[in-house]
């Protein structure tokens, strides 16, 4: 473990933008290269399966086209993007809310075993002393810190009180851009990341695309899960002919009515098809 002040050669220049720059950033690992792009990707711990899988294929994408991801290491949201990031063999670094030895200390196995395995290729970071323990007033100078490493930020499903939307508040404060995921309508955990595309403070996310862009990456053919590719081709096949509503292509596709909406979401999200705004949908 190291200790980087802001005038010390290899501090984040990222870092410097905000207003008070972690200092020291206890670092745990290598630093990535700081001429590449980041993206944070956060959420909500609760996360459900398809905020869990949204935030695999965003991360899983990201990496791979280039980006670094950056996260809290918390169970859910971020845990997900972190895994997914190496699993495509990319770069990660995880902002801890409680000082380094404290984390390896007493922090989940699980999440020890992940923070393990991104120090081996990312690091793992801090700006508390390496015994302070995690507590209230911990999390959000965490969140403000994954802010001000990331060059965009990504906030999937979050509830009204997450965070992940001080995360996204501080990425406002420094300018920089913010995207949401849109989630149903009336979901407890997507209530908050829902409220903030509503309140334009952040813009909607329909894939990787468009982040991809702002980093001045490419997204690249990716790897999909068959089981996800033929339920997504059959919907499309479906949609061929007509445009029509969610309980229509449940019954058309034989699947209950919640698996139809997961499907049509992320579908939205993946661009293939678009809603007519008249509660049909149509393919692209």
């Known amino acids: 473990m190291i200790s980087r002040r802001p005038c010390d050669?290899?501090?984040p220049r990222r870092l410097r933008?905000?207003?008070k720059p972690p200092d020291p950033l206890w670092i745990s690992g290598d630093l990535p290269d700081d001429r590449l792009p980041?993206?944070?990707i956060v959420g909500t711990r609760r996360l459900t399966s398809y905020g869990a899988r949204v935030a695999r294929e965003l991360a899983t994408a990201l990496a791979a086209a280039g980006a670094v991801v950056?996260?809290?290491l918390a169970q859910g949201i971020d845990s997900t993007a972190h895994s997914a990031a190496l699993d495509a063999a990319g770069l990660t670094v995880a902002v801890l809310g409680e000082g380094l030895a404290a984390f390896d200390e007493l922090g989940p196995v699980l999440r020890r075993r992940l923070a393990a395995r991104i120090a081996r290729s990312g690091a793992v970071v801090s700006e508390y002393g390496?015994?302070?323990r995690p507590a209230d007033w911990t999390y959000p100078r965490r969140n403000a810190t994954?802010?001000?490493l990331s060059d965009v930020l990504v906030v999937v499903e979050a509830p009204e009180t997450s965070g992940a939307l001080i995360t996204a508040d501080r990425m406002r404060d420094l300018g920089r851009p913010v995207f949401l995921v849109p989630g149903p309508l009336g979901a407890p955990t997507w209530i908050g990341s829902n409220r903030y595309i509503a309140e334009g403070k952040g813009t909607l996310l329909v894939g990787a695309e468009p982040v991809a862009a702002v980093l001045g990456l490419r997204i690249g053919p990716a790897g999909r899960d068959p089981e996800a590719a033929d339920d997504a081709s059959q919907l499309l096949a479906f949609l061929a002919a007509r445009a029509t509503d969610a309980d229509a292509i449940a019954?058309?596709?034989g699947i209950p009515p919640a698996e139809a909406t997961t499907l049509i979401a992320e579908q939205l999200i993946a661009g293939t098809i678009v809603a007519t705004g008249d509660g049909r949908?149509?393919?692209r």
């Open 70 to 72: 950056v996260s809290g």
């Open 146 to 148: 994954i802010a001000g």
């Open 251 to 253: 019954a058309g596709l």
């Open 38 to 40: 980041t993206v944070g």
């Open 281 to 283: 949908f149509a393919r």
């Open 130 to 132: 390496l015994d302070v």
């Open 9 to 11: 050669p290899g501090y």
């Open 17 to 19: 933008d905000m207003r």
